[in-house]
């Protein structure tokens, strides 16, 4: 079964640290992978996107993103973290074979410490 | 584009009673997608429909859950009779096409007591 994994529950980082939030997926053939970040108490809001092309991805508020094929990753990256991107963070999966159901993983709760 | 419009934000209500969830997509957007969101569960999907016809509804927990899309502005999701652990963020989510990204609502909180 198509599947995609967060490996970390909960990220803390004090201002100005860089972050990296993993991303694993478990398709076989095409796929197109999404990060979405929920505010609090706010609903999900795509980061970025990828389809094909540039494996480098960037999307919005300096976050960029890697699919990686060998290692089946899609890990989000952002170099100076603000205390406004304390969020949770969902990677979403879906093959490109004619698939419609977008897999979220569990997400991965980030703490900014101002 | 005011985006995915969902009504209630917020739904408070008694256990056995029944609960209808209203749903708005993007104009044009031809997939719609319900999902619930847990702490214990993450986001699960519950139903998508493509052009008004649902196409999976694997995801739909039981048969107190139902969900119509009569034309291509409106879908509800009903739950009758509601129960305790219902209680969850019903999200709806449209996209232009099924392998798009899909634009999520703000929500409705359902709380069942």
């Known amino acids: 079964a198509q599947s995609v994994s967060q490996h970390n529950h909960h990220v803390i980082l004090s201002e100005a640290a860089s972050l990296e939030l993993g991303c694993n997926y478990s398709?076989?053939?095409?796929?197109?992978l999404f990060w979405y970040v929920q505010y609090p108490g706010q609903h999900l809001q795509l980061l970025l996107k990828?389809?094909?092309?540039?494996?480098l991805v960037k999307g919005i508020k300096g976050f960029e993103a890697e699919f990686i094929k060998s290692k089946f990753s899609f890990n989000l990256r952002k170099p100076s973290v603000q205390w406004s991107d304390t969020a949770e963070y969902f990677c979403?999966?879906?093959?490109?074979?004619?698939?419609?159901?977008?897999?979220f993983g569990k997400g991965t709760k980030l703490s900014v410490i101002p | 584009d005011a985006g995915v419009i969902q009504s209630p934000r917020h739904e408070v209500t008694e256990m056995g009673q029944e609960v209808t969830l209203r749903c708005k997509p993007i104009?044009?957007?031809?997939?719609l997608f319900w999902y619930r969101q847990t702490m214990m569960r993450g986001l699960e999907l519950l139903i998508y429909?493509?052009?008004?016809?649902?196409?999976?509804d694997s995801g739909m927990p039981e048969d107190r859950f139902s969900a119509k899309m009569p034309n291509a502005s409106f879908s509800t999701l009903k739950i009758q009779p509601s129960e305790p652990r219902d209680s969850a963020v019903y999200f709806c989510?449209?996209?232009?096409?099924?392998?798009?990204?899909?634009?999520f609502g703000q929500g409705t909180r359902l709380t069942v007591v």
């Open positions: 429909f493509n052009n008004n016809v649902p196409i999976d």
């Open positions: 989510a449209s996209s232009l096409d099924r392998e798009d990204e899909a634009f």
């Open positions: 990828y389809f094909s092309g540039d494996p």
């Open positions: 104009s044009g957007h031809n997939s």
């Open positions: 979403a999966g879906l093959s490109g074979a004619g698939s419609y159901q977008l897999t």
């Open positions: 398709y076989g053939g095409t796929v197109n």
